[in-house]
C-alpha cells in the first residue's frame, strides 16, 4: 500500500441517493389531468412496480418517532402537499399528491471502474422509487445505494460517475467518457438482470441522428420500464422525455472513520461539486469558487473546528448536490436506524426533492410553451384556435403549480430553512419561475389583445353593414310596406318574391360585409372635415376596385 493510500480516509458508511427528473408525455389529448400512475395500478402483471403503502394513514402501531419528526419539520401548507390532510370534523381526509411506486426485484448493483487500479465494488439497494405528482407531467425516479468500510477516493469517483444517463464522449479505449466501465443491476439471488452498454458507442450515434434526442445507456431503461423513451421506437403507454443534463442530481452521507476533520479543504470541494478523487494538495477549482467555498457551499452551524470538541456534522450543498459529512464515531451523526442517517433518508431527501420537482415543472412547462408555438401555424384557423386553447390550458396548470407545489418557504426551522433556500439559490428556480411565468403572461396578454382586435374587427364591419342598411330601411320606410302590391299575386308568385328579395337582399349583406374594411376607411375620410371633397370621391371608388 502506497503513502497516499495508506493516508485515505475511510468512509465506514455510505449513502448515495440519485434522483432524475423525467418529463411524462400526455395519455390524452382532450385531458389537462393526467394520471400517469393509473396505468401502472391497471398493467401490475406486466412489470415490477407497485405503490407503497401511506405509513402516515396505516397502524398506529408502526408510526415510528422519525415519521413524527419528519412531519414536524414543514410548515403546514408543504404538510398537506406531502401527507394530505387528515381527518377533520367538517372534512373528509384528503390525500397526498404524490404516488409512490418502488420496485423490489433489484436488490445490489455491481461497478466495475475504467481504472483496473479500482476493485469492482458492489452496493446494496435500498430502494428504486418512482414518484408522481398529481396534475403534473413529470415523474422522478429515486435510487438509494449503501455500503460500508469504503476508500474515500472510491467514493468520491462512484459519486462522479455512476449517475449519468448517457455517456458524452469517449475515451480512446472505447469506454464512456466519464462513466463507470460496466454497471449492473444484480437479483437477490446475484444473477445480472441489467448491464450497461456506454461503450457501445454506434446505438448512442444512430439514435441521435434519428431522433435528435440522446438515449440512456440499457441498465437506465431497465429500471425504467414500462416507462419508454418518448423519442424513439419503443411501444410503449407511459412515455417520457429528457429534461436536464445527462448528469443526475445526487445526495451523499459519508460517515468517516474517525475524525472527518482530516480531509482537506479540496477534499470537501470534490465532494461538494462532485469531482473525481485527486491529492489532497491540489484544489479541483481555482478562482472565485475556491476563494468564496465556505461562504457560498458549506452549512457549517454545527461543524466545530476545535481540537477538543466533537466534529459535528458538516453540510456541503452545490444545487445538483447535497452531502452530509461526519464522524462514524458519533452516535448522533450516525446510528443505524437512528441519528442523522434517518433524517438524511426522509427530511433532508425531501428538502433536496422539492427543488428539483419546482425546477422539472417549469422545465415542463416551458417546453411545452416552446413545443406549441413550433406547431402554430397563422394561415391555418384551426391551428390559431388550437394554440390559443393549449396557451390557456398551460396557464391553468401554472396557476394550480403555483398554488399546490410552489413553496418559497418548506420550514421555520432554522437549519431547513436555509439548507431549502440554498438549494433554491443554486438552481435557480425563483428567476426560472419568474421567466415561465411572464412568458405565459406574454403569450396570454398576445391572446387577449389578438381577442379583442378581432372583436374590435367585428364591430366595425357590423357597424358599417348597418350605415349602409340604414338607407335602405329609411327609403322603405318612409314609402311604407305596400310600396308594390302583391294582392293579386298567387301563392307561389308571393313565395317567388320572397325568395328573390331574400336573395337580394342577403347577396347585398354579404358583399357590404366583403367590402366592409375599404367601406369603414371611407367612412372615416368622409367624416374628416378636414379631407377635400375630391379626395372622398376617390375614397369611395376604390371600394370597388
Known amino acids: ?15 448515495e441517493i440519485l434522483l432524475w427528473p423525467l418529463q411524462l408525455m400526455p395519455l390524452r ?12 395500478e391497471q398493467s401490475q402483471a406486466q412489470h415490477p412496480w407497485r405503490e407503497v403503502d401511506d405509513e402516515f394513514t396505516g397502524d398506529p402501531a408502526g408510526f415510528q418517532e422519525r415519521h413524527y419528526g419528519e412531519f414536524v419539520t414543514f410548515l403546514p401548507h408543504v404538510r398537506r402537499f406531502l401527507y394530505g390532510d387528515g381527518k377533520g370534523r367538517v372534512s373528509k381526509p384528503a390525500e ?37 405528482f398529481y396534475d403534473l407531467d413529470v415523474t422522478v425516479l429515486t435510487i438509494e445505494l449503501y455500503g460500508s468500510d469504503l476508500d474515500l477516493q472510491v467514493v468520491q469517483d462512484l459519486m462522479f460517475r455512476f449517475g449519468r444517463a448517457y455517456p458524452v464522449y469517449w475515451e480512446a479505449d472505447g469506454s464512456g467518457g466519464h462513466c463507470l466501465q460496466r454497471v449492473e443491476w444484480l437479483a437477490a439471488d446475484g444473477s445480472v438482470l441489467a448491464a450497461s452498454d456506454y461503450e457501445d458507442r454506434g446505438r448512442f450515434l444512430r439514435h441521435v441522428c434519428e431522433y435528435r434526442a440522446p438515449t440512456e445507456a440499457a441498465h437506465w431503461d431497465f429500471i425504467l420500464r414500462p416507462l419508454v423513451q418518448h423519442h424513439s421506437d419503443a411501444g410503449g403507454v407511459l412515455r417520457y422525455r429528457q429534461l436536464e443534463y445527462h448528469r443526475m442530481p445526487v445526495m451523499g452521507y459519508l460517515a468517516i472513520d474517525g475524525d472527518p476533520r482530516q480531509l482537506s479543504r479540496n477534499d470537501f470541494m470534490r465532494l461538494t461539486f462532485v469531482t473525481p478523487p485527486g491529492p489532497p494538495e491540489r484544489a479541483p477549482y481555482c478562482g472565485a469558487e475556491a476563494d468564496g467555498f465556505e461562504a ?16 459535528g456534522g458538516r453540510y456541503l450543498c452545490c444545487g445538483e448536490a447535497f452531502m452530509m459529512v461526519g464522524s462514524a464515531q458519533s452516535p448522533y451523526f450516525y446510528t443505524p436506524g437512528a441519528s442523522l442517517l434517518e433524517q438524511f433518508r426522509h427530511q433532508y431527501f425531501l428538502l433536496f426533492l422539492i427543488p428539483h420537482l419546482h425546477k422539472a415543472a417549469l422545465f415542463m412547462m416551458a417546453d411545452r410553451l416552446g413545443y406549441w408555438l413550433k406547431q402554430l401555424d397563422i394561415h391555418d384557423p384551426e391551428s390559431v384556435k388550437r394554440f390559443k386553447r393549449e396557451i390557456r390550458r398551460i396557464k391553468e396548470i401554472f396557476l394550480r403549480f403555483t398554488h399546490r407545489y410552489w413553496f418559497r418557504q418548506l420550514s421555520d426551522q432554522y437549519q431547513a430553512r436555509e439548507l431549502y433556500r440554498m438549494q433554491r439559490e443554486f438552481l435557480g428556480t425563483e428567476a426560472l419561475y419568474t421567466e415561465v411565468r411572464e412568458r405565459i403572461e406574454d403569450m396570454n396578454i398576445y391572446l387577449d389583445s389578438d381577442s379583442l382586435r378581432r372583436q374590435a374587427n367585428t364591430v366595425v364591419r357590423l357597424t358599417v353593414v348597418t350605415a349602409f342598411g340604414l338607407i335602405g330601411t329609411t327609403v322603405t320606410g318612409f314609402f311604407g310596406m305596400n310600396l308594390l302590391g302583391f294582392d293579386g299575386l298567387s301563392p307561389a308568385g308571393k313565395a317567388l318574391y320572397f325568395l328573390g328579395v331574400l336573395a337580394a337582399t342577403t347577396w347585398v349583406t354579404f358583399y357590404t360585409v366583403m367590402k366592409s374594411k375599404r367601406l369603414s376607411d371611407f367612412l372615416d375620410l368622409l367624416s374628416d372635415e378636414r379631407e377635400p371633397f375630391w379626395r372622398k370621391i376617390a375614397a369611395l371608388l376604390k371600394v370597388w376596385r
Open 29 to 40: 389529448a382532450d385531458s389537462q389531468i393526467q394520471n400517469h400512475w393509473q396505468v401502472l
Open 296 to 311: 457560498r457551499h458549506c452549512y457549517d452551524r454545527f461543524w466545530h473546528t476545535a481540537p477538543d470538541a466533537t466534529p
Open 1 to 15: 500500500m502506497t503513502d497516499a493510500a495508506a493516508r485515505c480516509p475511510r468512509v465506514s458508511h455510505f449513502r
Open 96 to 132: 397526498s399528491p404524490i404516488r409512490v411506486f418502488r420496485r423490489n426485484d433489484v436488490k445490489r448493483v455491481r461497478c466495475t471502474f475504467a481504472d483496473p487500479q479500482r476493485p469492482v465494488l458492489v452496493l446494496e439497494v435500498a430502494h428504486v422509487d418512482l414518484y408522481f
